[in-house]
């Protein structure tokens, strides 16, 4: 906390920061009423750091969630800003795609974190596809200045047209640091948060939605205007040999591996500039695109009837490099070496989910697995989880075993998630649990281990504790599935007795009808500071 006042007493000392933390910073400058979001490497830091700078920042259940705060408040008038990792905006998908049609009064800027090379993601989609799909405009920073700047100018366009913009992260944007001037660009102070009645511009039933989206792309169609001629796309001249179109990270890839280049670095890419491409390309005897992921910017360019090279197809997996874009500028297409093997990862010695996952081997049960740190239970000496798809999909996936298998089979078949994956997504799958039981029941398992373990211990509405960790609402697992008419409901420490706990777990198997078992136990590495939350929070209310 401290380190990070006495970098906001200072405007114009430059500062090392994460991408992270350059957005932070900007959203903090630009006097942002609200972020929220859901913690996702390689996001999660912008909103810790945004609260530690004194901004409003919340964690909400999911992102379809935050993104709906957010266009609350922009609604009335004032600024929000919601964070997510690449996947995370599939769950944000819905109301994305028709807050681009509404008439915002306030900024509404969407962080993607996308994560190329899957460090820490089940796939490795490109984020770029929904500003095209949506109709957002979307900037790509290519550092952590940029981040700060291209947060502001998002801020500042959002408010000009009255529409959501995306800011498109990645991997290496996020985490590396570089150094940071504040008070580079300068935008207008927030407004006074307000309501307007404007039933055409915001309630999106067909009648209404029919002109919103044709006012949406005469306003893209003016925004493109702007970035061909104000936007933030600069020209690195060079040889006139060689011209390499790039953004985002890749940028500095470039820069590095083809010094000697032209190079168009494009810091807005939706709506693309198409024509500032062509006249970049017109100058240069060899047009090349390097990008990381698809061949976005390529696709792009060659709509428009744009002559670009594309980067070989081998180029399109994990993230780029200086010695990965030197192979691309020759077209060297020798595969590549495999990563050197590292210590593979595991559950941490002690981890109360040991205890459970050995309960499940022993019984042979196939088991819907879900997003967490006890995805590491597919992994020897386990090897205990049998699918793994998306947040909260254990237990839909499981359920569709259930109802599929032949009895003997579906009765082994257990829905595994964590605490804030339950949260996240998994009340919609209980419900369908209950809605739509399989012949032979079900059994669902919550490791609940009070924290928000794999993205570095945040809270969630089934902690009690805000993302300060001070007290609030608590979401009791049980108490809803009780609620909702489950009968079998068991709470459990797994750690405990684990020959009972697995006793409890055949019983459950045993038996046509549905269960809910809940294996509380607190995350070793989480415990400490839980206790003292707790401690603390106990003493304010004394």
């Known amino acids: 906390m401290v380190s990070y006042l006495n970098f906001l007493s200072s405007e114009n000392t430059p500062r090392l920061l994460s991408g992270d933390e350059a957005v932070a910073l900007a959203a903090y400058d ?23 700078l004194g901004g409003k920042a919340q964690w909400a259940p999911n992102e379809k969630v935050a993104l709906e705060v957010a266009i609350g408040v922009s609604m009335a008038g004032a600024r929000s800003i919601v964070t997510m990792k690449h996947v995370g905006l599939n769950v944000a998908a819905d109301p994305l795609f028709t807050v681009a049609y509404i008439r915002l009064d306030g900024a509404l800027v969407i962080v993607s974190a996308d994560d190329p090379g899957m460090a820490s993601s089940q796939n490795e989609q490109d984020n770029r596809r929904y500003a095209v799909a949506a109709g957002v405009a979307m900037f790509e920073p290519s550092d952590s200045q940029e981040a700060y700047e291209f947060t502001l100018r998002a801020i500042e366009l959002s408010e000009r047209w009255q529409v959501p913009v995306l800011l498109r992260m990645t991997t290496r944007v996020c985490h590396s640091k570089t150094i940071v001037r504040r008070g580079t660009l300068k935008i207008a102070p927030p407004q006074t948060p307000h309501f307007e009645h404007d039933f055409s511009s915001r309630v999106m039933i067909p009648a209404y939605a029919r002109p919103a989206h044709h006012r949406l792309r005469k306003t893209l169609a003016e925004i493109a205007a702007w970035n061909e001629q104000e936007g933030p796309n600069e020209i690195v001249a060079g040889s006139s040999a060689l011209g390499i179109v790039t953004s985002g990270i890749s940028f500095q890839h470039v820069r590095e591996a083809a010094p000697d280049a032209s190079v168009l670095k494009l810091g807005m890419t939706n709506p693309l500039p198409v024509e500032k491409i062509r006249a970049f390309a017109a100058g240069v005897k060899r047009c090349l695109v390097v990008e990381e992921g698809d061949p976005y910017i390529v696709e792009g360019a060659r709509t428009a009837g744009i002559a670009v090279e594309s980067k070989p197809e081998i180029f399109r997996f994990g993230e780029l490099n200086v010695n990965r874009v030197r192979k691309i500028l020759v077209g060297d297409t020798t ?29 042979n049960c196939i088991v819907a697995g879900d997003i967490g740190c006890y995805s590491l239970g597919v992994l020897p000496p386990f090897e205990a989880l049998d699918t793994l798809v998306c947040m909260g999909g254990a237990i839909g996936v499981g359920l569709g075993l259930r109802h599929a298998l032949p009895p003997d089979q579906a009765r082994r078949v257990v829905s595994v998630l964590g605490d804030s994956t339950f949260v996240h997504s998994g009340i919609t799958g209980l419900v369908e649990m209950i809605y739509n039981p399989p012949a032979t029941g079900h059994v669902l398992l919550i490791l609940d281990n009070g924290t928000t373990a794999m993205t570095g211990m945040q809270e969630h509405p089934g902690t009690g504790r805000t993302l300060d960790h001070a007290p609030t609402g608590k979401v009791i697992f049980e108490d809803l599935a009780r609620s909702l008419g489950v009968r079998n409901v068991y709470v459990a420490d797994p750690t405990q007795d684990e020959a009972g706990f697995e006793h409890l777990i055949q019983q459950c198997l045993d038996r046509s009808e549905l269960s809910v078992v809940v294996a509380r136990r607190n995350c070793l590495l989480a415990n400490r500071a839980i206790r003292e939350y707790e401690k603390c929070n106990e003493e304010q209310n004394d």
């Open 30 to 52: 630009a006097g942002v009423a609200l972020g929220t979001g859901y913690p996702g490497t390689p996001s999660t830091e912008i909103l810790e750091t945004f609260a530690k």
């Open 335 to 363: 595969p590549e070496p495999k990563r050197a093997p590292g210590k593979p990862p595991a559950l941490c010695p002690g981890c109360p989910h040991r205890s459970a996952y050995t309960a499940l081997k022993n019984l």
